[in-house]
């Protein structure tokens, strides 16, 4: 079955310790980006990567690092994470010229 | 930059009633359209898209039609059911990248 899948789908952490998110898609898409999505503010883009290697910022990067070591997976790090990033984070790909993009179930994040 | 306007939510309806939920957007060049819908607890998937100008997307009875002249892609389903309730965006894709932009959400609400 063509799907992305994140982990953890819960997450509740303190202030300042390290995080991972990890993401991975299994239709060779090329594009993969991640979203946080806020009450009232919708998605926003805080990373985006067209590729093995090749990464972006959105709109709201700060705070985050991602990497694209494989072209399937695309974590999302939080080295330091803050009661303001408090949110629910999505992962999606998409493959070259299609811009449908494919979400994730999504994880939501609780930080303390 | 590019930006989407959505009309603010939630919309509440009765089963049978006519759904319209405005979209507007601000992009340079000539941005794809799209529909995204979430179900409570899930990711985004999409529901329908337009790439070029006058094109109508359509999908499980809702329709958008891709409005250069007046800059819009309303959404509109002639007769609602009670699992059409859902959180709706629109968005955008300008350029050959996939920096995507999204409106606020709807939340629709269809009761018996």
């Known amino acids: 079955e063509a799907q992305v899948t994140q982990n953890p789908r819960y997450l509740i952490t303190v202030t300042g310790k390290k995080l991972t998110v990890t993401c991975s898609q299994n239709?060779?898409?090329?594009?993969m980006s991640w979203y946080r999505q806020d009450p009232g503010l919708g998605l926003r883009q805080i990373y985006y990567?067209?590729?093995?290697?090749?990464?972006d910022k959105g709109d709201v990067p700060e705070g985050y690092k991602v990497s694209r070591k494989e072209k399937r997976n695309f974590p999302l790090i939080l080295e330091s994470p803050s009661p303001n990033q408090t949110s629910l984070y999505f992962c999606?790909?998409?493959?070259?010229?299609?811009?449908?993009?494919?979400f994730g179930p999504g994880t939501r994040l609780t930080v303390l | 930059g590019n930006s989407v306007t959505q009309m603010e939510g939630p919309v509440t309806l009765s089963e049978e009633a006519f759904l319209t939920i405005n979209c507007t957007y601000t992009?340079?060049?000539?941005?794809?359209l799209f529909w995204y819908v979430q179900y409570p607890g899930e990711g985004l998937q999409l529901l329908l898209k337009?790439?070029?100008?006058?094109d109508k997307g359509s999908n499980k009875g809702f329709e958008a039609t891709y409005r250069k002249e007046t800059t819009s892609f309303h959404l509109e389903k002639g007769s609602v059911q009670v699992s059409d309730s859902a959180v709706y965006f629109c968005?955008?894709?300008?350029?050959?990248?996939?920096?995507?932009?999204f409106g606020t959400g709807t939340k629709l609400q269809v009761i018996p």
């Open positions: 999606a790909s998409s493959g070259w010229g299609n811009n449908e993009q494919f």
């Open positions: 239709m060779n898409h090329e594009y």
């Open positions: 990567s067209m590729n093995v290697e090749v990464t």
């Open positions: 992009a340079t060049g000539y941005p794809s």
């Open positions: 337009a790439t070029k100008a006058d």
């Open positions: 968005a955008l894709n300008s350029g050959g990248y996939q920096k995507v932009t």
